[in-house]
Nanobody, 123 residues
Framework: QANLAESGGGSVQVGGSLKLSCTSG????????MKWFRQAPGKVREGVAS???????IYADSVQGRFVISRDIFKDILYLDMSMLTPEDSGMYFC?????????????????WGQGTQVAVSS
């Protein structure tokens, strides 16, 4: 059982930046697909960015060029650097992990989840 824990959320103004972290004491990030999801009130959970076990990164169109996903394979930490934030980026951000190679396309494909960290962007 992997225990993922997100941190780094907060309230920022439009155009601001935040860096999210996801830690797990018993999960090797380099052996998992790691993905950030977000969910705004009343909306479905959507994928934001993923990094495969081999380091391949994929971004949602809405965050391409603004967000950067990365990982520290020595500390087993997943990051999400978010910049040029807009109110549409607000929501609860979750990290998820799935063992093995290619990243699942949807949330249902991930076995391990954190509790989330809240991001609020105000204009």
């Amino acid at each position: 059982q992997a225990n993922l824990a997100e941190s780094g959320g907060g309230s920022v103004q439009v155009g601001g930046s935040l860096k999210l972290s996801c830690t797990s004491g018993d999960l090797t990030v380099s052996r998992h697909c790691m993905k950030w999801f977000r969910q705004a009130p009343g909306k479905v959970r959507e994928g934001v960015a993923s990094i495969s076990n081999l380091g391949r990164k994929i971004y949602a169109d809405s965050v391409q060029g603004r967000f950067v996903i990365s990982r520290d394979i020595f500390k087993d930490i997943l990051y999400l650097d978010m910049s040029m934030l807009t109110p549409e980026d607000s929501g609860m951000y979750f990290c998820a992990a799935e063992p093995g190679g290619d990243c699942p396309s949807g949330a249902d494909g991930f076995h391990y989840w954190g509790q989330g960290t809240q991001v609020a962007v105000s204009s």
